[in-house]
């Protein structure tokens, strides 16, 4: 024999430990993969779906009742320039649940992206565009929930919160219109769901988390199934020949949306980090009812 015994016995165990040290190398990064898919289940209980079931972290003004919806399927329309041109107006109308964002208009561009609103999403910046028109959005659409978000700075109600108190100015004006603030909590429910995600701290990251991915912790929690119109992938801006698009709809000739993406995504401060939080819808769609359409995502 060329190797004597007690070196043999010496290389085994030099491979048995390099062995172990491959294992648990690899170990450990399945688990930080699989993790998160663990947590959306238990973030996103799978109860079965109740209608009106009270939602906690959304409170109205100003009698502080919790939000009720009854959404089985919600129609989500994006603010993207991917809107236009696709004739989707029609199809999204017939939903009886049609959630929008922000202050994007419906007026004008109703053959793509309908007439209703049921609830939209509300960027604490984006209020005063709504309080520019405010008979239209409070007055008229008085049937629309609005859903605000906004850090505590701007939302507190000691009277230092700026937004807070344009928003229960509103509601004196406009009594009938239908207001509810993100809660503290759940504020800091969705910071907690992007670090879970991700392993990034949102703010150590120096970022914001989009009215997009407020949107989608609602509607987890709210609908049964969520149809997406208007919102690109994760890769899109990576792929060969897309379709540049305004960043908004409404807002033509501002800068195109992965021009806009790319942007915000490297943002050292400030940012919104569009393409990563794609990344993460995709991961949710793969254990929840989501689908995505116009440009749709290949699903499995
Ligand atoms: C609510 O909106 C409807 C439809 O636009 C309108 O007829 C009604 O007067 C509004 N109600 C209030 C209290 O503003
Ligand atoms: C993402 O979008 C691009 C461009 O539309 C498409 O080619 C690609 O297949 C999509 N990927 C997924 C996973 O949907």
Redesign the pocket.
């Known amino acids: 024999a060329l190797w004597s015994w007690p070196l043999w016995r010496a290389t085994s165990l030099i491979l048995v430990v390099s062995l172990f040290v491959v294992v648990f190398n690899y170990s450990e990064k399945p688990y930080i993969l699989l993790a998160p898919v663990f947590n959306s289940h238990w973030m996103f209980s799978r109860q079965p779906h109740k209608a009106f079931k009270p939602h906690l972290g959304y409170i109205s003004i100003p009698n502080q009742e919790p939000l009720k919806l009854n959404c089985e399927v919600c129609i989500v329309v994006s603010s993207s320039g991917q809107m236009l041109g696709q004739a989707a107006g029609p199809e999204i109308d017939r939903s009886s649940c049609i959630w929008r964002m922000n202050n994007a208009p419906t007026r004008g561009f109703e053959h793509d992206v309908g007439h209703r609103t049921t609830l939209r999403v509300v960027s604490h910046t984006s209020v005063p565009l709504l309080l520019q028109r405010p008979q239209y959005f409070f007055?008229?659409a008085?049937?629309t929930v609005y859903v605000v978000w906004g850090p505590l700075r701007n939302m507190r109600k000691d009277g230092k919160g700026m937004v807070y108190n344009m928003l229960r100015q509103a509601t004196i004006n406009?009594?009938?219109a239908r207001i509810y603030l993100t809660t503290e909590e759940r504020m800091n429910y969705c910071d907690m769901v992007f670090k879970k995600e991700t392993g990034k701290d949102r703010i150590q990251s120096g970022s914001y988390l989009s009215t997009g991915w407020f949107t989608l912790v609602l509607a987890m929690d709210v609908c049964k199934e969520i149809h997406i119109y208007g919102m690109i992938n994760d890769t899109y801006c990576r792929s060969e020949g897309y379709r540049k698009v305004p960043y908004h709809y409404y807002e033509a000739g501002s800068r195109d949306e992965c021009a806009e993406y790319l942007l915000h995504e490297s943002a050292p401060y400030g940012g919104h980090r569009f393409i990563t939080e794609k990344a993460v819808f995709a991961k949710w769609a793969k254990t929840h009812a989501i689908k995505f359409f116009n440009p749709p995502w290949q699903q499995s």
Request: overall charge negative; charged content about 15%; proline content about 14%.
């Open positions: 007055g008229q008085n049937d406009f009594p009938h």
